[in-house]
């Protein structure tokens, strides 16, 4: 799952993106557009509404906004991510996309795999590592230390895994074409291939820089929250314990990405400043993992992907 469409600050226009199989989505503003590079060598666009979350005022509010924009940018960002695997497969067929039913299960099962591998996974391997004598008990420093090495093994893992595969590597480089092409646009440059490659495919205000905001907060915000409200009812019995502690993390993960989302946009807005830079190393790094130096073709579809979204009549 990539969240790079939340966090965009563009001079002359907020834009954002996300790669998707063989093509690439961008936003700007309540707008979507969706560019994919067919078999044929073609490339087909497809400009949506955003589908937003944030209807009541008080959803928009700093501290607040977070959680909402993070929900919606996964809804737009699997439909996104449908409609490329439908025209890379060259398939016509209106019916293949996923209905209602089907985005609701499939935003389930993403966000529970997601929970699992990154809350649930770390928290019973750093009970493991209590009962071998290596950490102490959920309310020391010492579980909530192994809790985020774990959280930051996995992550890596993870990505490092994913990226030994093909189809994922294409992926990556669309990813790398989003971010030069967003860049190129943001400077005020013409948007062409050869405008555009001499820009890096590193960006401050990347997915992957807020899903490693979104781990770092969680293990700083789980080791001192647990333990304190811990104090005011601890079950008895070891299993119900540790449940009623992973359904704690779970519910924390509403302010983690409140949190991470306030930081990813001051992160980004002030990015030229040292403690911006110094907080976006991290993120600028796992990018290094997370994106390919994409070639002109791959460019190309990203560059048709950013004018339909910031002038629909080109669409």
């Not at 937003?52 to 909402?68: C, D, T, V, Y």
């Not at 992957?208 to 647990?226: G, K, N, R």
């Amino acid at each position: 799952m990539n969240l790079r469409g939340l966090f965009a600050l563009a001079a002359p226009q907020s834009v954002g993106g996300q790669a998707v199989i063989e093509g690439v989505m961008m936003r700007a503003k309540d707008t979507l557009a969706i560019a994919i590079r067919k078999a044929d060598g073609e490339i087909v666009t497809e400009v949506r509404p955003w589908f937003s979350l944030s209807i009541h005022p008080w959803l928009k509010k700093p501290f607040l906004r977070g959680f909402p924009i993070l929900m919606e940018t996964m809804v737009n960002g699997i439909k996104a991510l449908n409609y490329s695997a439908v025209q890379a497969a060259e398939d016509d067929d209106d019916d293949t996309e996923l209905t209602s039913w089907h985005l609701i299960l499939t935003m389930v099962l993403a966000l529970g795999a997601a929970l699992g591998l990154f809350v649930v996974l770390p928290h019973f391997l750093s009970v493991g590592m209590e009962y071998l004598g290596l950490a102490g008990d959920v309310d020391s420093l010492s579980f909530h230390i192994w809790d985020g090495i774990i959280k930051m093994v996995v992550f890596v893992g993870y990505i490092l895994a994913i990226s030994y595969i093909p189809d994922i590597k294409r992926v990556f480089q669309y990813h790398g074409a989003e971010h030069k092409v967003i860049w190129t646009w943001e400077e005020g440059k013409e948007l062409s291939p050869v405008s555009t490659r001499l820009y890096s495919r590193l960006h401050p205000r990347c997915g992957t820089a807020f899903l490693l905001f979104v781990l770092v907060i969680s293990i700083l915000l789980y080791a001192v929250l647990v333990p304190y409200l811990l104090t005011f009812y601890s079950p008895e019995y070891f299993v119900f314990k540790h449940l009623y502690i992973v359904g704690l993390k779970l519910f924390l993960m509403i302010p983690v990405s409140n949190i991470a989302y306030e930081m990813i946009k001051f992160s980004g807005k002030y990015s030229k400043s040292m403690l911006c830079k110094i907080m976006c190393w991290p993120g600028m790094m796992m990018q290094m993992l997370t994106t390919k130096e994409p070639d002109d073709s791959q460019i190309e579809v990203a560059i048709a992907a950013l004018e339909c979204a910031v002038n629909t009549k080109e669409s």
